[in-house]
């Protein structure tokens, strides 16, 4: 075995409720995988695959197989003890959130780290908990019954990864960010109520009102401050009413300082939550207390919500995130690696930074990506890599990507021959085809610019720069481009 025992006991046993637990499994493991493990792993894989980046969910999650099925304890497999430590850490509520759903109530999770003896071949167990980050949290415990009105036991629901201090702020989330500072600093008592942020998935809304939260639990202890979702609360109303608890929920919300609701698009269609909502607000709002939501949409977008509560959301400040301009991707990456203690080299970070452009969550997946490929795979960090994480640079064969099998593809799709494209052309079809296999050439191979403008006629480094950027241009210009492009991609993509 290749690990010390006791180091586990350590960090696995925080309240000391689950011991370490060595198995030697006989080769026939299979023995102790029971089907019933393997469905409910497979429903919470479909879950999770809705709520991460495809390059997160391919390398932290389908590797993961289910082994164990009893008690509403659910046991994974993981390959490693840096596997185990990264879903804790970084999947922790995603995990809870997804047992939740489908085991139900009660449910708790197991980990199972495997080592392959090489001498006796077999297989050996590490056991570990699962979701022990809060392992001494009391997962039944209701917010709303009266005892939790005491500020001692209030349940902010924060998670203290958030913070203004590793939230990176450029052009596209100046004012987001600006005003959720005022805010945690003066809850309450800026014309920013509400504060509503609104923007697509993956650019930091979650983070932001959640770093609001926590800046203000550390500063004014006394302010009790409540995180909630949009789903969650419509699942406290409707268990409120059916436990008969209603004038609770009521009381409970009634004695919140600072509260912050996530994805209040999710509030559509559901007019009793809405109206109860609609309430509650009120109450809170006359009483100079800080309410702070996000949404996926500006709020006069919003469907399906009653028009009182969206002119209410409008009172106060509606500011958008949009995607991150390559500065701010850049400034992501930098810091992101220093703080995964990963060293990343200016021409990886550039790479990354000018092709994975949507989201901060797309961002991050690919630098996680990377670091599981060099810590998991012992590869070196090298440009190379990060074009095969980010694009996948080999063909379903897993033979590179080649110059010569770019040209054919778009020399087909132009309908024009090789030689046109190779040649000094200036007719605009014949330009466009010869900018779009240099765009792709840099995209998908690791051949460096010299080399690219070798194939297309000596043209020099700065000649491919220059058509690079031209197509970068074009996507966004103009839509038959940007159809290529993406049809292009598909096609040399490794589809797994
Ligand atoms: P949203 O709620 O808008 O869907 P999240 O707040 O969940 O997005 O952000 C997705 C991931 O990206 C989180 O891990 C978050 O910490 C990170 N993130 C987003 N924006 C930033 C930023 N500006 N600086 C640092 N991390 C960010
Ligand atoms: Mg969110």
Known sequence: MSKNSTEFNEGATPNGAIGTEINIASNGSNSIKNSKSIDIWSKCLSFIKD?????????????????????????????????????????????????????????????????????????????????KKKASENQNHIPFEPISINKDNFPTNLNTRYGFDNFISGESNQLAYSAAKAVADNPGK????????????????????????????????????????????????????????????????????????????????????????????????????????TSDKAPRELADVDDRLISRFQWGLNADVQSPDFELRMAILLRKSLDEGI??????????????????????????????????????????????????????????????????????????????IESKSRKHEIALARQTCMYLAKKFTTSSLKTIGSHFGNRDHSTVLHSCQTIDNYIVTDKKVKNSIDTFMKQLKRES
């Open 190 to 293: 800026t014309r920013f109520n509400p504060l509503v942020i609104y923007g697509g998935p993956g650019l930091g809304k979650t983070h932001l009102i959640q770093a609001i939260g926590n800046h203000i639990t550390e500063n004014n202890p006394r302010l009790k401050v409540y995180y909630i979702t949009s789903d969650m609360f419509t699942n406290e109303f409707v268990n409120s009413i059916k436990d008969n608890k209603i004038s609770d929920f009521v009381n409970f919300y009634r004695s919140i300082d600072v509260l912050m609701v996530d994805d209040i698009q999710f509030f559509a269609g559901k007019e009793a939550t809405q109206n109860n909502f609609f309430h509650t607000f009120n109450t809170l709002y006359q009483a100079g207390k800080q309410i702070i939501l």
């Open 51 to 131: 709520n991460v980046a495809a390059q997160v969910f391919k390398i932290w999650f389908q590797p993961i197989q289910a082994l164990e099925y009893s008690n509403k304890e659910l046991t994974l497999s993981v390959p490693s003890q840096f596997y185990y430590e990264w879903i804790e850490e970084h999947y922790y509520d995603l995990m809870r959130a997804t047992i939740k759903k489908i085991i139900g109530e009660g449910a708790s999770l197991q980990y199972k780290i495997v080592f392959d003896d090489s001498l006796s071949h077999e297989k050996t167990y590490i056991k570990m908990p699962g979701l």
């Open 343 to 420: 060293e990343l080299t200016s021409d990886v970070i550039e790479y990354i930074a000018r092709n994975v452009k949507t989201s901060v969550r797309e961002l991050e997946g690919a630098l996680i990506g990377l670091i599981a490929k060099v810590t998991l795979d012992r590869k070196p960090m090298t440009l190379e890599l990060a074009k095969e994480v980010v694009y996948g640079s080999k063909t379903k064969n897993n033979q590179p990507i080649t110059i010569d099998e770019i040209k054919n593809l778009v020399s087909e799709y132009y309908k024009l021959n090789i030689k046109d």
